[in-house]
């Protein structure tokens, strides 16, 4: 029959409890001694005499008879440990013996909530605390002391408790140690079978079993020789005294790799990394002075990094290693000791990685390690706890790294093409398999795409390590990552971030060549192999991601036409969206140059065409669409950059080189056009303005001038304007000489190109942007007022003595038959209005027939012009300015000039919809004429007029808010009369976009300003959609239905403002 529990831990309390206060002249040590001896007869006196201990006295007898050593002998230290073995060998045997006697009880069905009975070898909270107390008393006296110097944490190192045990029984070491360790060990590890016990031993003293089996296990000293005179005397027990036996060695080895595999494999590398140690090491002593201990021995170190290499090489022995060295390291934040740390965790992480780069010795050979080992680092990437997956990622990051720079073969083999498999697939271009043809089939699925491209961004991105091999593998599958990106960019998606940022990367890491060529590929302009399979596209994932499938096929050409050139367009754009984030980089002029020196080929294809692509080896269609495709380009980015695209001297060079160039090949075909000759002038106005002081050159910028020189003297002969010969000649001249030599046209051309007054002339002139006018071209010399116009547009006001003068001329250029002049003065005037300029304020009759003139004009970059400064002048004297537009818009003539009237009104309603936007909140002061005039224009017999009035009513009631109050009746009768009765179905768009932009306008207010017409409104719109039969007013009446839906859920369910209020009581 087994004792109670409870009476087993009454043992070890008895055993563990403090003594009495001894005597003051008692050393530390001697208390201690005396302690354990009374502990041991006060144990040994209950179980002999008192009745209830009987029990455990049977069985501590019977727990006795099966060990193989003796638990008495003379030494007090050796009998107190080993009383203390017995009885928590008694106490498995209880737990064991109460846990086959145990039967659950049936679960109650009426409370089944409750939770089930312990079992009866549960250890409570405080019966605990008393055997880990015990343990703690086996280990410090009786493995600590039997350990090899440096093997282990020495005693003394870990508390004052320990330091003074390590006194009293460090001189009792002897031949018997380590028999004495065995014993202890294997007792511990037999106890250590219970599952419950278990945790309490190997949380506590994993290290010191561990360091114990080391030294039994793999010690080259069996036994320790270091006996005095007295001890020498003991004879008994020596055969105890040879040491260990080969068969106890082994079984050593053996419960060593059992402990190894049963423990958290983070723990053991953790304590196998603490007992191989490092140098030698310093420590505090007791009494407050320094001490060094013993070295970790060679052989121990040599044994715990054969043990580590094998965690490392078992299944998800990268992880064990990996969280068992930096898990729980915190970064904290900048400054101080949280610094100190993550720099300290930074260089752990890399002390990490180029261990896990290093082959061990046990492996079979490298190729194999990488095997196992590759895909263990993959894994890394995708740990999904938030507070240890930045610490991983950086490890793996770091061993990726350096795998590659050691071994790139393997690295290729095992690391890179696994990482970019997903994206190599989107690549092949292999035979479709039978499964896999039918239309919407995965090829690749969102996860694995998704994982490929957030790797690659860890890896290359964050990594930013850019050597060869990495570029060179990233570079094959750059085509899928813009195509990815390409599709990403038409909606929502959280790949588009990592794509963008991994090809700029690529970009600027790369060398400029290989750069160059792949933005060529990416647009079109070079062969790129391997491309996407034409039968698979990329979807959207139900997750934010993107996966590949196959497409359907479409037969119809047209179609396949027109989806090529889509894509292709969206191509571009995207290809510029991303040149954008490398403005600071040279690599977006050096692409525009190199689709102009493309373009170049254009200019004389006329006549040897064939020739041409027969020597490139292209077929003349494609060279063709190539021709197409630099085109859009040049025009994308001059859109997107504008002049920023040349951000350095050396890129305008090379776009005159390029401009010159083509204007050769049209002179040597005599295909010149009025745009080349306009760029030819403005390609010699820079170069004459650089040479005039503009930049300060440099040697190399005059050694890349010298392509110019044969191109000049091209153009000097054969170019048929005689100033443009002029011009050519002597800027050949200069460039030659260095800027030494520079004639008189050379010098103007520079002033008027930056601008400069010509102080040859009385006249106060000034040049003009070099975009508008040049000073070799023959417009300007029929009108010498351009430069002024030029000089205001740009914001030179002029001087107060000869303002007035300008100002007239620039009125007078308002009527120029040249477009781009008169368009420039127009704008020069707005912006001469919105600066309030003392002449535009008086002249401002003659500045409204000016603006109202120009409207009429046919070509929209004046009417253009001329629609942005009346609504300049609207918004700066709206009182004046607003009736007069009014009332030319009510105009409503008859007759042959009815047609142009119309388009007239309709530019008048594009300035009255900018002058509404500009007037803001004070237009309610202008409500009562603005809408009767609209809602007159909503009665016109023509339906253009009637839809701009209704987008002009619509504009004005977004802007009115609560002002729209008192006329809301009028507008909805309108409203509706329109949209039921109303034949042109642009009309009927017209009034329920109105309706749109009245709820969008007053929002959250619309129940309170539209609250008697609201419910009409609701049903006009409900009416519209179940009856009109044009698609697009129905599109219009849902969207108009969706925000007043959203209105209504906004008042019906507001956001809640979680606000903390602090109020002060009196």
């Not at 919407?440 to 994982?451: F, H, M, P, R, Y």
């Not at 065409?609 to 027969?614: D, Q, V, W, Y």
């Not at 060079?653 to 002179?667: A, G, P, S, W």
């Amino acid at each position: 029959m087994a004792p109670p529990l409870k009476r087993v831990v009454e043992a070890l309390t008895e055993l563990t409890q403090p003594g009495e206060a001894w005597t003051a002249q008692s050393s530390q040590e001697n208390v201690l001694r005396q302690t354990l001896c009374h502990n041991l007869l006060a144990l040994d006196q209950k179980l002999q005499q008192d009745s209830n201990w009987a029990t455990l006295q049977q069985l501590r007898e019977q727990v006795i008879s099966q060990l193989t050593w003796a638990v008495r002998s003379d030494d007090v230290v050796w009998n107190f440990v080993s009383e203390v073995l017995v009885q928590l060998l008694c106490l498995k045997q209880t737990m064991i013996e109460l846990l086959v006697q145990f039967v659950p009880p049936k679960p109650n069905p009426k409370s089944p909530e409750c939770a089930p009975a312990l079992p009866p070898d549960t250890l409570s909270i405080s019966q605990q605390k008393i055997v880990q107390t015990a343990l703690q008393f086996v280990v410090i006296l009786g493995i600590c002391p039997y350990l090899l110097p440096g093997v282990g944490t020495p005693l003394r190192c870990r508390s004052d408790f320990a330091a003074t045990v390590e006194k009293l029984v460090c001189y009792l070491a002897s031949p018997r140690g380590m028999w004495r360790l065995h014993v202890v060990t294997m007792a511990l590890l037999d106890v250590a079978q219970h599952s419950s016990l278990e945790s309490l031993i190997l949380t506590r003293h994993l290290g010191d079993l561990l360091a114990s089996l080391c030294q039994l296990a793999y010690s080259p000293n069996k036994y320790h020789l270091n006996l005095t005179s007295e001890e020498y005397s003991h004879q008994e027990d020596r055969e105890k005294q040879k040491g260990l036996t080969d068969a106890e060695q082994h079984s050593c080895q053996q419960a060593l790799r059992n402990l190894l595999d049963r423990v958290y494999q983070p723990i053991v590398v953790k304590e196998l990394l603490i007992l191989q140690g490092g140098t030698k090491q310093m420590a505090p002593a007791c009494v407050g002075k320094t001490r060094t201990f013993s070295q970790t021995p060679s052989w121990l170190r040599r044994r715990c990094g054969q043990l580590l290499s094998e965690r490392l090489m078992k299944p998800n022995g990268i992880q064990a290693v990996v969280r068992g060295i930096v898990e729980g390291a915190g970064t904290g934040i900048a400054g101080g000791q949280s610094a100190e740390a993550a720099a300290a965790d930074w260089r752990k992480c890399d002390v990490v990685a180029r261990i896990l780069a290093s082959c061990p010795q046990q492996c079979l050979s490298v190729e194999e390690y990488y095997r196992q080992v590759c895909p263990q680092v993959l894994d890394l990437f995708h740990i999904k706890d938030k507070l240890t997956a930045c610490q991983f990622q950086r490890v793996a990051t770091m061993t990726f790294l350096s795998m590659v720079k050691e071994q790139p073969e393997l690295a290729d083999k095992y690391l890179l093409k696994p990482l970019l498999a997903p994206l190599i697939c989107c690549l092949e271009n292999k035979e479709m398999v039978e499964g896999s043809r039918q239309v919407g089939t995965v090829i690749v699925e969102e996860s694995e795409l998704t994982c490929c491209v957030d790797d690659i961004y860890k890896v290359y991105v964050v990594g930013n390590d850019p050597c060869s091999k990495l570029l060179e593998s990233l570079k094959a599958v750059i085509p899928a990552i813009f195509s990815l990106y390409c599709f990403t960019t038409r909606g929502v998606s959280h790949l588009r971030s990592g794509c963008q940022e991994i090809l700029l990367w690529f970009l600027q890491k790369s060398e400029p060549p290989v750069a160059m060529l792949v933005l060529k590929q990416l647009a079109g302009l070079a062969q790129s192999s391997p491309i996407i399979h034409p039968l698979y596209h990329f979807t959207a994932g139900s997750e934010g991601g993107v996966k590949l499938t196959v497409k359907e096929t479409v037969s119809d050409e047209d179609e396949i036409l027109y989806k090529k050139v889509s894509s292709e367009q969206w191509r571009i754009e995207c290809l510029a969206q991303l040149l954008s984030n490398l403005q600071e980089n040279n690599l977006t002029g050096d692409f525009f140059i190199e689709c102009l020196k493309g373009l170049t080929c254009l200019a004389g294809e006329t006549d040897d065409r064939l020739a041409t692509s027969r020597s490139d080896g292209l077929p003349e269609l494609e060279q063709r669409e190539q021709q197409l495709v630099i085109l859009q380009l040049i025009a994308v980015l001059c859109e997107r950059f504008g002049h920023l695209i040349l951000n350095n001297t050396v890129h305008v060079i090379e776009f005159v080189i390029t401009t010159l160039d083509r204007c050769c090949v049209n002179l040597m075909h005599q295909t010149e056009e009025t745009v080349e000759a306009q760029t030819l002038s403005m390609g010699m106005g820079l170069i004459a303005s650089m040479l005039g002081g503009a930049v300060q050159l440099t040697s190399t910028d005059f050694d890349a001038m010298k392509p110019m020189l044969p191109r000049l003297e091209q153009i000097a002969v054969l170019h048929p304007d005689p100033v443009i010969q002029e011009l050519a000649s002597d800027l050949r001249i200069t460039v030659a000489t260095h800027g030494a030599f520079s004639t008189e046209t050379v010098v103007t051309a520079a002033q008027s190109t930056m601008g400069n007054q010509n102080k040859q002339d009385d006249k106060p002139t000034k040049s003009s942007h070099p975009k508008e006018t040049c000073p070799v071209t023959r417009s300007q010399r029929q009108s010498p007022t351009s430069h002024s116009v030029g000089a205001m547009e740009h914001g030179n006001m002029a001087t107060p003595g000869n303002s007035p003068r300008n100002f007239h001329q620039i009125l007078q250029i308002a009527f120029d038959p040249e477009v781009p002049t008169r368009a420039a003065a127009l704008r020069t005037i707005s912006q001469m209005v919105r600066q309030r300029n003392p002449d535009a304020l008086s002249n401002q009759e003659k500045v409204l027939l000016v603006f109202l003139e120009n409207l009429k004009h046919e070509d929209s970059f004046v009417y253009l012009s001329a629609i942005q400064g009346l609504s300049v002048l609207a918004d700066v004297y709206p009182a004046q300015i607003l009736p007069r537009l009014l009332d030319e818009y009510r105009i409503s003539p008859e007759g042959a000039e009815k047609t142009r009237c119309v388009e007239t009104r309709m530019k008048m309603g594009e300035v009255l919809m900018r002058s509404t936007k500009a007037l803001g909140e004070i237009a309610s002061h202008y409500r009562d004429p603005l809408i009767r005039v609209f809602l007159m224009g909503t009665k016109d017999s023509d339906s253009t007029v009637r839809a701009s009035s209704l987008s002009n009513l619509g504009e004005l009631c977004q802007c009115l808010q609560f002002a729209v109050g008192s006329v809301i009746h009028e507008v909805t009768e309108c409203l509706t009369g329109i949209v039921k009765t109303e034949r042109e179905p642009e009309v009927r768009r017209a009034a329920i976009h109105v309706i749109t932009l009245l709820l969008r306008g007053l929002s959250e207010k619309t129940l309170q300003v539209l609250d008697e017409v609201l419910r009409d409104l609701y049903r006009l719109l409900k009416y519209v959609i179940q009856a009109d039969e044009d698609e697009v007013v129905v599109v219009h009446a849902q969207i108009a239905l969706e925000e007043l839906d959203h209105i209504v859920r906004r008042f019906l369910f507001p956001e809640e403002n979680l606000q903390k209020k602090i109020v002060i009581l009196p």
